[in-house]
């Protein structure tokens, strides 16, 4: 199949492109995105050999840049003064990225690191000037890319080993704060090179349960009483985390706070939570009992979402239906808060019907049923 002539159909058909797959082996030639710069905003590709797709793109004007699982490096130069890349996720896949890769991408302001890269090179991402924060894995082992990165605002290193760094890598960053595990502030701080930065190094703050997760394998968590909150990506990627215990002290659950814990299989929110944030437990795909207390008021976008929730009950005390927060997309607005195929939604006998025709809730309907 030539890449090329299908897109040229595609664009003289005007078909609202918002992003492609493609498989493995699939070649794409370097003008094929120009043909329809104006209309694509997302690209993920399961191609191995990932160079020649990926030059493809600078043609066009990509905003959410997905690096596709698979992928194990990403080569110099290759989105250097990319001006129209506004988001990058990086998967565990890659194990490097090479020097000047992002130099210049001005409109970038977000970066999602996965656990597993151990290389940023020389100058990676020099001079993204919109970049406000970031968070740098505990796999890095070399950092030498962050220079003139002029809004950041804070950046975090959640090694407690400090990576090695490039003499230069932090200048020009606005002389943010430099967030450290606790117990690493003064390995950090006397460190090669780090000694530079030494006065802006400080331990991580906030929640201090939400600070000491550096090590992503633990498998129970027992949130101390008195804990008011859980911080924004808590557990984010604690894929063998089994048992939580969140104590009735708690009054929300943050943005991503369980994100992909994907050996939780059971999860008690207590009637003190009102507000449980976006993705919360987003794609926790062993999650099949999840008990909510009368407290909560608002579930957020796609807080619990499952592709496939068939073997997921929900037992919900709140005898007023949650607010189910949208998802909004190029495609339209979403409330699958819950996942597709829920198997049971047990709610107060009273609120049955209430919830059957709340707003966004309707989607569950046909399994909403009273406690037994």
């Known amino acids: 199949m030539s890449i090329n002539t299908e897109l040229q159909k595609l664009k003289d058909t005007k078909a609202g492109i918002r992003s492609a797959i493609l498989d493995r082996g699939v070649k794409v030639g370097n003008e094929a995105y120009s043909l329809y710069p104006d209309r694509i905003r997302a690209i993920t590709t399961t191609a191995g050999t990932y160079d020649n797709f990926l030059k493809g793109l600078l043609e066009g004007s990509i905003t959410d840049l997905v690096i596709p699982d698979g992928t194990t490096r990403i080569r110099s130069n290759l989105f250097m003064n990319n001006t129209t890349i506004e988001t990058l996720y990086v998967p565990s896949s890659v194990d490097r990225i090479d020097m000047m890769a992002f130099w210049g991408c001005t409109s970038l302001t977000s970066v999602e690191f996965e656990e597993g890269i151990t290389v940023i090179g020389s100058d990676a991402f020099r001079n993204c000037t919109s ?98 909150s859980i911080g924004d990506e808590a557990f984010i990627n604690c894929s063998s985390l089994t048992d939580v215990t969140i104590p009735n002290t708690v009054t929300s659950i943050g943005y991503a706070a369980f994100y992909q814990c994907t050996s939780l299989t059971a999860i008690d929110i207590p009637d003190s939570v009102t507000s449980i944030g976006d993705y919360a437990f987003h794609y926790c795909t062993s999650l099949n009992d999840v008990t909510i207390g009368s407290g909560v008021t608002s579930i957020g976008a796609l807080a619990f979402y499952i592709g496939n929730a068939q073997n997921r009950t929900y037992t919900i005390y709140a005898t007023t239906p949650p607010t189910l927060l949208p998802y909004d997309s190029d495609g339209g607005t979403y409330y699958y808060n819950l996942g597709h195929d829920v198997a049971a939604i047990y709610v107060p006998a009273a609120s049955v019907e209430a919830y059957k025709t709340a707003a966004n809730w309707t989607y569950y309907a046909s399994v909403i049923q009273a406690i037994p």
């Open 131 to 228: 970049l406000t924060s970031v968070a740098i894995p505990e796999s890095v082992e070399v950092f030498d890319g962050f220079n003139g990165c002029s809004s950041l605002t804070e950046i975090t290193f959640l090694s407690l080993t400090p990576p090695e760094l490039g003499q230069y890598s932090l200048d020009g960053t606005n002389n943010c704060p430099i967030y450290v595990p606790k117990n690493s502030v003064n390995a950090y701080k006397t460190a090669r090179y780090w000694t530079r930065y030494a006065s802006r190094i400080q331990a991580i703050v906030g929640n201090e349960l939400f600070n000491s997760i550096v090590d992503r394998s633990v498998t129970e968590i027992d949130i101390p009483t008195g804990t008011t």
